[in-house]
């Protein structure tokens, strides 16, 4: 889809980079340290260019702010219970709404685009929006590419069985056609992807 101002969605992008480049947690991308969310986002990016590239420039903007500033809201202040991993979620969501609002805004977006955007952050309408549906399915694309292999090697305490049921719990979240980018267009580290199929073999019928 065609960008209404490319100059204001570059704009956009940059200073959700810049809020991004401030994460003092580091990842190796093409063998050098980088900010975690920064990769993160641009791994988004990627991804959605791959999955759909007709997507709109909210859903655009959307995806390159999913993580935005992610590191303000740990994990480690919320209880390690269900409840607290809930209550950790919705106020991440909120946070990164707010948080891509102002930046949308300070780039010149009109308040009917940024809250569109601020929507699909809030994951509202999961599984009837579209666009929401489509952000989610890039969000379970670049874990399962770029993330699953690391999430498997820092719980090794969990049984085959236990990650499994993560796995299907992530598919089910999935459209069918996330389901078909899964065991198609996205790169899985060799030694999980038997594993990948196995897990969602019967949640794919």
Known sequence: MTISDPQRFDRAIALIDAANA??????????????????????MSEMLGRFAPEASEAVKLAVRAQHIRRWEIARDDYPRTP??????????????AQTAGALLREA???????????????????KLNPETQMLED?????????????????????????????????WKKMSSRGHEAALSIIRIHPDLAPFVVKAVSGEAA
């Open 138 to 170: 890039v969000v379970d694309l670049v874990f399962l590419e770029h993330y699953l292999e690391e999430f498997v090697r820092s719980h090794a305490e969990y049984d085959e069985a236990k990650l499994a049921d993560i796995l299907r719990k992530t």
């Open 22 to 43: 401030g994460d003092p947690n580091q990842e190796i991308e093409d063998g050098q340290p980088q900010p975690k969310e920064l990769v993160y986002g641009r791994r």
């Open 83 to 96: 409840l607290g991993y809930k209550q950790w979620r919705t106020h991440l969501m909120k946070f990164h």
């Open 108 to 126: 010149g977006y009109d308040d009917e685009l940024i809250g569109r955007v601020q929507s699909l952050l809030r994951k509202e309408a999961l």
